[in-house]
């Protein structure tokens, strides 16, 4: 009987030092969790008004000619360049470019019908001038008054500050957050302690009154006053 008693003695002392040992880890990751309880994850957000000060034009003119008409098609071509540069000038817009002639063959179901092409070159205009490029675009009419065959796009409208201003927006979208955070944590009879960390998101450039976002940012070019909006997401403590 001595012996089994001798036995047990290690056992028990072996059973309750992991008893306390398991106690520990277990208080331990109950204390952690509590810890990581004590943050709060919120978005925040800041708008701006802005309008355009620059803006991008583009279009192409073109002219189509037989195989053994090209020499006349390229001389055509050189002539409405002129003067469309002529046009351009006469506004005051100095920021041309245009694209040397490309030639696209004409697809024809009829392998024995006369080889045709298309002569074409783009024509890409700048200016800082936002309200006259608008009238430019107006205006393109009249070099079809002049024989040329042109396609107008649509004008591109660009605020050039975009980076300044997105640094200027921070705090107050972090400020938003902040104030998010509160109302929620309100709720739990906490407060707001200080952010932990907080990281930018994609920049928003839309149409005034605009709520179509995207994950991957957005880019509104087509009116000539927007609004940049910037988001962060940001962690704070809990006291």
């Known amino acids: 009987m001595e012996k089994i008693k001798v036995g047990l003695v290690p056992f028990g002392i072996i059973l309750g030092v992991s008893l306390m040992i398991t106690g520990s880890i277990i208080a331990r990751t109950f204390l952690d969790v509590k810890k990581l309880d004590n943050i709060i994850t919120v978005s925040g957000s800041a708008k701006e008004k802005v309008t355009s000060d620059t803006a991008r034009w583009t279009g192409n003119f073109s002219r189509t000619a037989f195989k053994d008409q090209l020499t006349e098609g390229y001389s055509l071509m050189k002539s409405d360049e002129k003067a469309i540069s002529a046009f351009l000038s006469a506004q005051g817009f100095t920021q041309v470019e245009i694209s040397p ?6 697809y024809k179901n009829d392998q024995n019908a006369p080889k045709e092409y298309n002569l074409i070159q783009n024509v890409e205009v700048k200016s800082d001038n936002v309200n006259k490029m608008k009238e430019l675009a107006k205006s393109a009419g009249q070099l079809a008054d002049k024989g040329i065959i042109f396609s107008a796009n649509s004008v591109e409208y660009y605020y050039s500050k975009l980076p300044e201003l997105r640094v200027s927006l921070l705090p107050e979208a972090i400020k938003d957050a902040k104030n998010r955070a509160a109302s929620i944590a309100q ?3 906490k407060e707001v302690d200080a952010i932990k960390s907080v990281s930018m998101g994609v920049v928003q450039v839309m ?5 179509d976002v995207s994950d991957y940012g957005s880019y509104d070019t087509s009116n000539i006053d927007k609004e940049v909006m910037v988001t962060v997401k940001t962690v704070f403590g809990l006291k």
Do not use: K, R
Not at 101 to 106: L, S, T
Not at 207 to 211: E, L, N, P, Q, T
């Open 101 to 106: 002639v490309f030639m696209n063959e004409i």
């Open 187 to 189: 709720s739990s009879d």
């Open 207 to 211: 149409s005034v009154g605009s709520v």
